[in-house]
């Protein structure tokens, strides 16, 4: 039974503050921090738009449509968050850690073509400017360094938060990650381009003269690529997981190692052979297969004692954790991929 069934709400329902011990509740600290992070994000996007409809700067309107992308993706991702707290149930035998990896997976398609819109209307105003045709638009820089230190101030402030409440759920929330991620990425951007615009008149006495009635279209272009990079990393990471990839090599050597060590401490005279291994995480759900020869007569007690063994053995390093144990004599795999042993060297 989880904390929320215990405090008396429906399976699927928000939990509430009434009870003390939901205070330090991971799953409340999270939804806690994506409702701020809506309300922020919503303020940097209204601030980014007003600062554009004063300027007419495009690079400050991609910034605020970066945020409110953030705020929107935060009320699905505070939604989503509650949802994959629920223990696996009958129609979801798994669990609900997948739609956040779905999430992940629409949230930085969203991002990317949103970014990559920009860069073809960037790129149109600097081939119309190639092709003979007026330049773009001078910008309105009274507004822009009032923006600037309003946006990055907010912009860390939520990275920090959300940072905290990551590492106050026990840094298994890959949303609060994210987000967090996603918050200092918009500092630093609205940092470098609020500095860059501002930077135009002193630069129009300098060799660079040329470019400064070019910088805004510049600065959408790089600053699109720039950005580009953390939503193609969360896409190629997503698209992992729901395709059923396994965990990285190293990280299935070390729970390897872990799960070895507990069977020969369990097995005593006859050992317990660890024939295979497989390691998948959807979501921030660990999903561990262990192949198992017991050399021995076991039974259901036996296989429960020691799946609650690795599971309180590993949660620490793989986080949430669902482990399953099947008895076998052939081993499902034949090489030593990505960190599973072959039955040559389950025999050795």
């Known amino acids: 039974m989880n904390r929320a069934m215990a405090a008396g709400q429906a ?19 999270e939804l806690q921090a994506l409702r701020l ?18 300027s007419g700067s495009d690079a400050l309107l991609l ?31 798994y669990g609900f850690g997948g739609q956040e990896a779905l999430f992940v997976l629409f949230r930085s398609l969203l991002l990317i ?33 009032a923006y600037t ?8 402030l939520l990275a920090w938060r959300q940072r905290q409440a990551w590492l106050a759920s026990g840094r298994r929330s890959e949303l609060l990650l994210l987000e967090s991620r996603a918050a200092g990425l918009d500092a630093a951007i609205t940092a470098g ?5 501002l930077l135009g008149p002193p630069l129009a006495h300098t060799p660079l003269a040329p470019l400064v009635p070019l910088s805004d279209p510049l600065l959408v272009i790089l600053i699109a690529l720039v950005v580009m990079a953390e939503p193609v990393q969360h896409f190629l990471e997503a698209l992992r997981q729901t395709a059923g990839a396994a965990c990285d090599p190293q990280l299935i050597a070390t729970s390897r190692s872990r799960v070895q060590q507990q069977l020969a401490e369990l097995g005593g005279d006859t050992p317990v052979r660890l024939l295979d291994f ?29 799946r609650q063994r690795l599971q309180a053995n590993l949660g620490e390093l793989l986080g949430p954790l669902r482990c399953e144990l099947l008895l076998t004599r052939q081993a499902p795999f034949t090489g030593g991929e990505h960190g599973s042993p072959s039955q040559a060297d389950a025999n050795s």
Do not use: N
């Open 149 to 156: 230190l309003l946006t990055v101030a907010l912009c860390l």
């Open 278 to 306: 497989s390691l998948q995480k959807l979501g921030r759900t660990t999903f561990l297969v262990a192949w198992l020869d017991p050399g021995q007569p076991v039974d259901g007690a036996w296989m429960d004692a020691l």
């Open 63 to 93: 910034d605020g449509l970066y945020a409110g992308v953030m705020a929107l993706t935060s009320v699905v991702a505070a939604r989503i968050g509650t949802v994959v707290q629920r223990p696996p149930e009958r129609g979801w035998p």
């Open 37 to 54: 992070g809506v309300w922020a994000s919503l303020a940097i996007a209204i601030a980014g738009v007003a600062a554009y409809a004063l």
């Open 193 to 197: 381009a609020g500095g860059a615009l």
């Open 11 to 29: 399976p699927g329902a928000e939990p509430t503050t009434d009870d003390p011990d939901l205070k330090h509740d991971p799953g409340l600290i």
């Open 113 to 145: 073509g949103m970014l990559s819109v920009a860069v073809v209307a960037a790129l149109r105003e600097l081939a119309t400017w190639l092709a003979g045709g007026a330049l773009p638009m001078a910008v309105e820089l009274a507004p822009v360094g």
